[in-house]
């Protein structure tokens, strides 16, 4: 199963796991954890940077949408990890 990892900062400088969203059976994704992070994700979709104009994806677009979390979440706040397998 394909997944992505987001990780907040912490007052002590670690890094937790807020959530994780991963592909389903249809090739949809579903995300898991903070639910108002997961809400925001799945009512305001990411930018596609690898498009000109940078359409929004949604969860309806599975892998792709995955693949782009990383260039839409990279402050030292709030990261999205590369796309790992399970």
Not at 18 to 35: K, S
């Amino acid at each position: 199963m394909k997944y992505v990892e987001f990780y907040k900062l912490q007052n002590d400088g670690s890094q937790k796991v807020i959530a994780t969203c991963h592909l389903n059976q249809d090739g949809q994704v579903e995300c898991e954890g903070d639910p108002i992070f997961a809400d925001n994700l799945m009512k305001e979709g990411i930018k596609d940077y690898s498009t000109p104009g940078k359409p929004t994806l949604s969860f309806k677009d599975g892998l792709k949408f995955l693949e782009q979390l990383k260039f839409n979440f990279t402050s030292g706040y709030l990261n999205a990890s590369e796309v790992m397998e399970k």
